[in-house]
């Protein structure tokens, strides 16, 4: 097969992948709860905890809290959400809302917060974001599968998709990459997007082009 067809081939690959995002990266888009471990709280905590009377779903999201370097963890999906704690969603861009609550566990007590992140449907705007690359690179690669095409072009947006695919694969379920997961941002898809759809638009002016001059209409 040659080369342009194989790219081809690609591209509507990774276009699948991308159209079929919402079914996998975000069965829980806007949902993204918060958990902190504090050592101190000046207050009255929302209730008081032993940690053996807690549930196995409570026990599992303190405990990572309290095993993360920064003292805190998010997880998505409110269904996840442990009975004991309740989750303040709030629209400031500042989250002082929240709940804490006191453990007690073995000889020691710390204190647990809860919160809801901001909701500005940044997570919708990334599953849009990666149906419309697939929308686009569907077409690129119908494209490269009709024509020769320049293969540097459709490399880098197979390439780009790729990408994207992985990091916000990571940033749902594994976050294995760490800060890494921000190259797969809203603002980094929608530029991703953008470089696509000229793309496009260039092979797509360049294929009238060469049937034009080859008299094929």
């Known amino acids: 097969m040659e080369d342009h067809r194989v790219l081809g081939v690609g591209l509507l690959v990774i276009a699948v992948l991308l159209l079929a995002n919402p079914l996998y990266l975000y069965p829980n888009p806007d949902e993204v709860n918060e958990v902190r471990v504090l050592d101190s709280f000046d207050g009255t905590p929302a209730a008081n905890y032993t940690y053996e009377n807690l549930s196995d779903r409570a026990q599992t999201v303190v405990d990572r809290a309290r095993n993360a370097e920064s003292g805190r963890i998010t997880f998505r ?16 861009a500042v989250r002082v809302e929240g709940e804490i609550y ?16 901001p909701n500005f449907n940044t997570e919708s705007n990334r599953s849009q974001g990666l149906l419309g690359l697939g929308f686009v690179l569907a077409l690129m690669g119908t494209l490269y599968l009709w024509r020769p095409q320049p293969i540097d072009i459709g490399g880098a947006m197979a390439g780009a998709g790729t990408l994207l ?14 800060g890494f997961s921000v190259l797969g941002s809203w603002v980094v898809i929608l530029l991703t997007l953008l ?18 001059l080859a008299g094929e209409f």
């Open 77 to 92: 999906g409110n269904e996840n959400r442990p009975r004991e704690f309740t989750f303040v969603q709030t629209d400031q």
């Open 195 to 212: 470089a696509a759809i000229v793309s496009l638009g260039y092979l797509f002016y360049r294929t009238m082009r060469e049937r034009r």
């Open 102 to 117: 006191r453990i007690e566990h073995g000889d020691e007590q710390f204190y647990v917060w809860t919160l809801g992140r």
């Open 165 to 178: 695919l992985l990091f916000n694969f990571d940033y749902r379920y594994t976050e294995l990459l760490g």
